[in-house]
């Protein structure tokens, strides 16, 4: 199976700032990586999809970078309802995968 | 509107069953992948099981495999989970996920979930 690894797991950022999250996959995936934001006692939301891809309605300022096994995912300005956890999720093969989780808090 | 709508969680023993189900509406059913997903309390996501639009192909984690059995209705909109041999680490809200009409990993639409506990 392949193994997706995040970091951090979580961090703090003040309101304004520009977040990064990275994801590595433990063997090439090409671009099939996706993007969730989960709040506290809801269901997981796409936001980004095939790696750099903006799910229809989602601010902009959430943008998804990377190919192969590295890829990144940016919040250019954390805004407070930005507080979540982000997971990223490949679908190379169908044995689907996510990654750990990064929690984002507001500084 | 696309809606996704589990019920059948609960708390059962270890060794047990139950059936999960997803009632879809407000598109075409029988033209999207469907998937469940679940999450322990307090852990991260893991995808358990998918299925093809007409029910051909049906993929498991490696943990539920021979226990557990991805079904699907597309007269009743209709997806389901039997899920035998309970384990206390099968404790976790199931998701049921909608995936693309052709892309089978992108999760675009998920339910509320429903809690399923293994304790005795």
């Known amino acids: 199976d392949i193994q997706m690894t995040q970091s951090p797991s979580s961090l703090s950022a003040s309101v304004g700032d520009r977040v990064t999250i990275t994801c590595q996959a433990s063997?090439?995936?090409?671009?099939?990586l996706n993007w969730y934001q989960q709040k506290p006692g809801k269901a997981p939301k796409l936001l980004i999809y095939?790696?750099?891809n903006l799910e229809t309605g989602v601010p902009s300022r959430f943008s998804g970078s990377g190919s192969g096994t590295d890829f990144t995912f940016t919040i250019s300005s954390l805004q407070p309802e930005d507080i979540a956890t982000y997971y990223c999720?490949?679908?190379?093969?169908?044995?689907?995968?996510f990654g750990g989780g990064t929690k984002v808090e507001i500084k | 509107e696309v809606q996704l709508v589990e019920s059948g969680g609960g708390l059962v023993q270890p060794g047990g069953s139950l059936r999960l189900s997803c009632a879809a509406s407000g598109f075409t059913f029988s033209s999207y992948w469907m998937s469940w997903v679940r999450q322990a309390p307090g852990k991260g996501l893991e995808w358990v099981a998918n299925?093809?639009?007409?029910?051909?192909?049906?993929y498991y984690v490696d943990s539920v495999k021979g226990r557990f059995t991805i079904s699907r209705d597309n007269a009743k909109n209709s997806l389901y989970l039997q899920m035998n041999s309970l384990r206390a680490e099968d404790t976790a809200v199931y998701y049921c996920a909608r995936s693309g009409v052709g892309d089978y990993g992108i999760f675009d639409y998920w339910g509320q979930g429903t809690l399923v506990t293994v304790s005795s």
């Open positions: 095939d790696a750099s």
């Open positions: 999720q490949q679908y190379d093969n169908l044995q689907l995968t």
């Open positions: 063997q090439d995936i090409s671009n099939y």
């Open positions: 299925i093809k639009q007409d029910g051909s192909e049906k």
